[in-house]
């Protein structure tokens, strides 16, 4: 198996911000789940892993959505 070292998203997005023209980076609203936990959650879908990562991400959404713009 040959691996090639090629920048793809996690690459790009290890500086962890959003691009600057969204609306989301410019008023400072985004959110980024750094539990690799919850991400992998996100990720299998199933229906126990769900109702985790929804009841784990959903915090960190009502602070974002809770910043003044």
Same mark, same amino acid.
């Given at each position: 198996?040959?691996? =090639?070292?090629? $920048?793809?998203?996690?690459?790009? &997005?290890?500086?962890?911000?959003?691009?600057?023209?969204?609306? *989301? %980076?410019?008023? !400072?609203?985004? @959110?980024? @789940?750094?539990? $690799?936990?919850? &991400?992998? %959650?996100? &990720?299998?879908?199933? @229906? =126990? &892993?769900?109702?985790? %990562? *929804?009841?784990?991400? @959903?915090?960190? =959404? %009502? !602070?974002?959505?809770?910043? $003044?713009?």
């Amino acid at each position: 198996m040959r691996t =090639l070292d090629c $920048p793809g998203p996690r690459t790009r &997005s290890t500086g962890r911000t959003p691009k600057p023209s969204t609306p *989301v %980076a410019r008023a !400072d609203r985004a @959110v980024f @789940v750094e539990d $690799p936990t919850i &991400s992998g %959650a996100r &990720s299998w879908g199933t @229906v =126990l &892993s769900l109702p985790y %990562a *929804v009841d784990a991400i @959903v915090p960190q =959404l %009502a !602070d974002a959505a809770g910043r $003044p713009a």
